[in-house]
Structure formats: C-alpha cells, structure tokens
C-alpha cells in the first residue's frame, strides 16, 4: 500500500495558531516537504518535532516531486507544508498533489490557517463572492490589462504582492480603478500586524513615505 500526502496547514505568523491535529500529523509522518526548512524548523522546535525535512520549493518542484512520489509509493507517509498557510496556495504544491492524484496515493486535508481567508474575513468587503489572483503580473502593461479583466469581474478581489512591489501594484490599481477605497494588509497574526482600510491615493502617500515592510494582501 502506498503512503499518504497529508497537506498540513501552519501558521501564518503566530506560531499558536496550528491546530492539534496538524501537530500530531507532523509527528507521524516519515518526512516533512518544506517550501523553506530553516523557516518550518522555528515552528518543529516550537512543538518539539523531530520529524524530516526536505526541501520543496518551486525552483526544485520537478526533482523533488519524482523523490516524493518515490518515498510515498515505497508505503511512507509525507507531510507537505508551505511557509506559512494553506499548501497549494500561491506555491508549487499542487504539482506534487496532481501527481499523487494521477498514481492513486492518498491525499489528505489537515486544514488550518490561510492568509487569504484571513484577510478576507475582516476586509469589510463582500464576502458572498469573491476572485483570488494571488501575485500578478511584475510586467506593468500586463498587470494593467489584468487589473482591468478584474474591474469587470464585479467581485471582491484577493491578491497578494510582496513590499518592494507595492508601490507599483498601488499606482496601477489608481490608473485602471481610480481613488477607490481599499485594504492593504500584512504581517497578519504577528506583533506588527496592521491593516489600512483608505483610499489608494492616501495608501500611496503613506507607503512612499513608510517603507512597505512584509507581505502585503490587498482587497479590492
């Protein structure tokens, strides 16, 4: 009999906020897939795991994934568990459980924490329905004709955008959408957590003047 893919939700920044079953998951199982090992080993020591780990980022995604499938079919059991959230969101997890699918090895939620859900929740924004886009595009054009696909959506809309990329996404989203009110969030569950719910000619002048620290979800 094979082993099993257990997708194991982690903290998004709190380390307290897993759940016991993930925790007892992480212990049983024969190695861990980690998007980053030095980062997953914090939460490990945390709660005394002493589990494998091994590497599973996206610049290794087809390696590791033919290593995996290996380990899973020889009867072992693996957790795979990104930096922080929900596995297969915004990272190359699905390709590992699109081939576990295709082999018939077991996968199995163990559902937790998620940046996305998270920011959501307390946005203020609709929450009936909603389109999720992760990171768009670091080509301006392109992130603009993106922008302006999801203007037409009429949904509330999720993306996510690193610190150094900001500025930029803010300036786009003012050309396509114009001075609308939206929230920018980050650092969500830790000690600096902050959220801003203004307009994004107010959010501009604040972040060219604040350096953008951490990840940023924004919720248009």
């Given at each position: 009999?094979?082993?099993?893919?257990?997708?194991?939700?982690?903290?998004?920044?709190?380390?307290?906020?897993?759940?016991?079953?993930?925790?007892?998951?992480?212990?049983?199982?024969?190695?861990?897939?980690?998007?980053?090992?030095?980062?997953?080993?914090?939460?490990?020591?945390?709660?005394?795991?002493?589990?494998?780990?091994?590497?599973y980022f996206e610049y290794n995604k087809i390696q590791k994934s033919d290593y995996l499938l290996r380990v899973l079919k020889e009867g072992?059991?693996?957790?795979?568990?990104?930096?922080?959230?929900?596995?297969?969101?915004?990272?190359?997890?699905?390709?590992?459980?699109?081939?576990?699918?295709?082999?018939?090895?077991?996968?199995?939620?163990?559902?937790?924490?998620?940046?996305?859900?998270?920011?959501?929740?307390?946005?203020?924004?609709?929450?009936?329905?909603?389109?999720?886009?992760?990171?768009?595009?670091?080509?301006?054009?392109?992130?603009?004709?993106?922008?302006?696909?999801?203007?037409?959506?009429?949904?509330?809309?999720?993306?996510?955008?690193?610190?150094?990329?900001?500025?930029?996404?803010?300036?786009?989203?003012?050309?396509?959408?114009?001075?609308?009110?939206?929230?920018?969030?980050?650092?969500?569950?830790?000690?600096?957590?902050?959220?801003?719910?203004?307009?994004?000619?107010?959010?501009?002048?604040?972040?060219?003047?604040?350096?953008?620290?951490?990840?940023?979800?924004?919720?248009?």
């Open positions: 009999m094979p082993g099993t893919l257990y997708i194991v939700a982690t903290p998004i920044g709190n380390l307290s906020d897993i759940t016991l079953r993930a925790i007892d998951t992480l212990k049983s199982v024969s190695l861990i897939a980690a998007e980053d090992t030095r980062h997953t080993k914090i939460l490990l020591d945390r709660y005394d795991i002493k589990t494998s780990t091994t590497s072992k059991d693996v957790a795979l568990v990104s930096d922080a959230g929900t596995p297969g969101i915004s990272d190359p997890g699905y390709k590992i459980i699109r081939l576990c699918i295709e082999n018939g090895i077991p996968v199995v939620p163990i559902p937790g924490a998620s940046g996305l859900v998270t920011a959501l929740t307390i946005s203020g924004k609709p929450t009936d329905r909603f389109v999720f886009e992760g990171f768009l595009s670091n080509k301006s054009m392109r992130r603009k004709n993106q922008l302006k696909k999801l203007k037409a959506e009429g949904r509330t809309t999720v993306l996510y955008e690193s610190p150094h990329r900001l500025i930029k996404l803010l300036e786009d989203i003012l050309a396509i959408y114009g001075d609308i009110e939206l929230v920018a969030t980050r650092e969500l569950t830790k000690k600096f957590e902050e959220v801003k719910r203004e307009k994004v000619s107010i959010l501009l002048a604040h972040f060219k003047s604040n350096k953008p620290r951490g990840e940023f979800i924004i919720i248009i």
